[in-house]
């Protein structure tokens, strides 16, 4: 089972398969997130609980599909994807139990730390060269308080112009969610600059954008709970979706560089796929032979006139081939050499 499975997965990430599976992913997680969208401006609550977490889904299934196997980067940003899916499904059902609610929140505090944790080393050879061989990037202070200011600053916000008593646990819980926000924000910044090519320098850039997009998306949800009005939440939630998935999606696009280090970590590219590919199809060419033998069997079967034709040929070429073999003229073997005498006359007369 393992060894089909393993051919599956080195079949699908065949270049053109790569992309087309890319493409359908990003297609579906599209369409599912203006399906949500649309249907929570009609307030359709069955469909609009469906697609919640759909989006995150198909990008978690992209990730772990098209990615190479066996590597951090997959099993972080697969995981994380996973994870925020099921984090957006039980936010969705927070009206029922505080307890949906905690775990959603938990969830998303998990995600942010797997991507500050993936954000923090560097991910290529090259970046390591420019960031002087240091398996980490530097923290840069500056940029860290520059990621504290808006969690901050609307954390205090919400605690002074909340609608209810909010209480010491839940305002000492916000002030440490919101530091983790700051956290993932000032790590995906402080990539910027330690780049060694121009494209990684779009990367960095686009995933410092993902980040504040979901940054903003979190705190937004904060702002919806506490302080906005209920008759005004549609399009507050409409808002915060949108920053939502247009930062993931950001995010899990910038790491592209992981993949192409990943590539040159595991032999050089498109040589370690193909020799992936052929390794992982082996099960499969095994397969096929056995097929095409049966199928001869079979064919010799139902039609003699194949089988006799078949041993026509190969008597006639095996008897041209002994009758090159033997030769003509002064140095051809005698074919009558059965016995030792004739053979060592034969080698004599040779060597003379």
């Not at 997680?29 to 609980?49: K, L, W």
């Not at 936010?91 to 959603?104: H, K």
């Not at 050089?268 to 199809?281: L, N, S, Y």
């Not at 194949?306 to 006639?316: E, G």
Request: aromatic residues 12%; positive net charge; contains cysteine.
């Amino acid at each position: 089972m393992t060894s089909v499975w393993d051919a599956f997965i080195a079949n699908i990430r065949r270049p053109l398969v790569k992309k087309i599976i890319s493409l359908l992913f990003r297609v579906l997680f599209i369409a599912a997130c203006m399906t949500h969208i649309a249907f929570e401006m009609e307030e359709n609550i069955v469909v609009h609980r469906i697609t919640k977490g759909l989006p995150l889904m198909m990008l978690s299934c992209r990730a772990f599909l098209v990615w190479p196997r066996k590597v951090e980067s997959m099993i972080v940003y697969s995981v994380g994807a996973f994870l925020s899916g099921c984090g957006d499904i039980l936010l969705d059902y927070s009206d029922y139990s505080s307890v949906y609610f905690v775990t959603g929140v938990l969830l998303f505090m998990i995600v942010h730390l797997l991507y500050s944790w993936q954000f923090t080393k560097p991910p290529t050879p090259q970046q390591r060269k420019a960031n002087n061989n240091a398996p980490y990037y530097p923290l840069h202070p500056l940029r860290f308080i520059f990621s504290m200011i808006l969690p901050m600053v609307t954390v205090v916000w919400v605690i002074a112009n909340a609608q209810a008593n909010i209480g010491p646990v839940i305002e000492g819980g916000m002030f440490v969610y919101g530091t983790i926000l700051a956290i993932d924000l000032w790590r995906a910044l402080a990539r910027i600059g330690h780049e060694a090519t121009q494209e990684e320098m779009i990367y960095s850039y686009t995933r410092a954008i993902g980040s504040f997009f979901f940054m903003v998306c979190d705190l937004l949800v904060i702002i919806e709970v506490y302080v906005w009005p209920p008759d005004k939440k549609k399009y507050l939630y409409i808002t915060l979706m949108v920053c939502y998935y247009l930062g993931q999606y950001l995010i899990l696009h910038a790491t592209k560089e992981e993949q192409m280090y990943m590539d040159h970590k595991l032999g050089g590219g498109k040589e370690q796929q193909q020799k992936a590919i052929v390794a992982g199809t082996t099960t499969f060419q095994k397969k096929k032979k056995k097929r095409k033998r049966y199928s001869i069997t079979v064919c010799n079967i139902v039609c003699p006139s194949i089988l006799i034709n078949d041993l026509k040929s190969h008597f006639s070429t095996s008897t041209r081939y002994s009758n090159n073999m033997r030769g003509v003229g002064e140095y051809a073997a005698p074919r009558d050499s059965s016995t030792k005498s004739n053979i060592n006359a034969w080698k004599s007369s040779v060597e003379r």
